[in-house]
């Protein structure tokens, strides 16, 4: 599949206004199409904003909207606005400027701000988004563990959308490895949703970044969770599908991918769950087959970071003692990430960001059913 184009040259103005930007998109009811209406018929963000304030908009499509729209930006100080969101800790990217995600300019209805938090990912680093099933099977979750572990200590980010699930397993394990994760929010970048993702945000704050296109205060809602997925597959040259039934929102992500010209990857599920029938349905449909980290590098043209393997006389001692303690563990012969986990005290994602590590360093061998012993490779 050929990559992305070359970034449309933004409007200038939405980084020289960006204050009155992000006045015209902090208004109610106001979308990328409405704003981007309002600045093809005025040019620029302060003359859209000084059009709204007038109170006589004439496009048909944002008529209903004039006159409440012109009410409240009478009242909106768009300097005071942007230092008081930034004063907050939320940071406002405009198209355009650094920290922008550079790929996402390519797409076809980009939006024209972004709201942050945390470190917005380097314009030249190697990302990979990584998307499935909310209700995922243990096999599902197991399987985005271990990719997104070892994905991320081959330097790749991992973007996906914070929800139950696979993207929570994903954005986990690349912390756990010690990696760069990305969360897009179909909702105002200060809204956790589902509430008991706080800590997980907390973790992405600190670690990577949270983006949203929708403004602070912005409640989830079923429209905008589509919306979401095409910055997903937008920020990134290809997306990994790693479990998905025929109806997953998973797969809206995939589409978008595929309109933009980017990767479509997808892990192959067992043929009787109802799980797998979207992922298996992309391949046959031509989504490249992933059963190992390294096939996500290759199908995105990266250069291939690990670790080649070792000979038994030449393994690694363990690095520390968490390593020495899953070794002590695995000296009893075969044993799942789950009992590992047990037996040593770790979270199962920790565990399995070590057990990643040590494959790689040949310091253990993975079975069936995923199941670890002590050995080369």
């Known amino acids: 599949m050929n990559g992305p184009g070359a970034p449309a040259d933004p409007n200038p103005f939405l980084v020289t206004e960006k204050s009155e930007l992000l006045a015209l998109l ?21 003359q859209a904003l000084h059009a709204v304030r007038s109170g006589g908009l004439g496009e048909p499509a944002l008529r209903a909207f004039s006159s409440g729209w012109a009410s409240a930006a009478r009242g909106i100080d768009p300097g005071c606005l942007l230092a008081s969101l930034e004063s907050g800790g939320t940071r406002f990217l405009a198209r355009g400027e650094p920290g922008y995600p550079t790929l996402l300019s390519a797409i076809e209805d980009p939006p024209l701000g972004l709201f942050c938090r945390g470190k917005p990912p380097p314009g030249d680093a190697s990302l990979a988004a990584v998307v499935g099933a909310r209700k995922a099977s243990p096999y599902g979750l197991e399987v985005a563990r271990w990719l997104s572990a070892e994905l991320a200590q081959a330097g790749v980010g991992i973007v996906s959308g ?25 909702c105002g970048i200060d809204v956790v949703y589902p509430r008991s993702q ?40 290809g997306v990994v599908v790693v479990e998905a039934s025929g109806s997953s929102g998973a797969l809206i992500t995939a589409r978008f991918a595929l309109d933009g010209g980017r ?14 029938a979207g992922t298996n349905a992309l391949i046959r449909e031509g989504a490249v087959a992933i059963t190992r980290p390294e096939d996500v590098l290759d199908a995105l043209g990266l250069d291939r970071l690990f670790k080649p393997d070792r000979t038994a006389g030449e393994r690694m001692a363990p690095a520390g003692p968490e390593q020495a303690a899953l070794l002590r563990a695995l000296e009893r012969g075969f044993c799942d ?30 079975g069936r059913g995923s199941r670890y012993q002590v050995g080369p490779r």
Do not use: W
């Open 198 to 237: 706080a800590g997980l945000y907390r973790r992405l704050e600190a670690a990577g970044c949270i983006l949203s296109e929708y403004p602070p205060g912005v409640h989830p809602a079923k429209e905008r969770f589509p919306a979401r997925n095409r910055i997903i597959a937008g920020m990134t040259p």
């Open 337 to 366: 990430v789950e009992d590992l986990a047990r037996i040593v005290g770790l979270s199962a994602g920790r565990a399995l960001s070590l057990l990643a590590a040590m494959e790689v360093e040949g310091l253990v061998t993975r």
């Open 162 to 186: 914070a929800a139950y699930g696979i993207d929570s397993a994903a954005h986990a394990s690349a912390l756990d490895a010690g990696g760069y994760s990305c969360a897009v929010l179909g």
């Open 26 to 46: 902090v208004l109610e009811g106001m979308t990328t199409r409405r704003a981007v209406s309002l600045l093809s018929v005025y040019g620029s963000p302060a």
């Open 263 to 276: 990767e479509v990857m997808a892990v192959p599920g067992q043929v009787l769950s109802d799980n797998s």
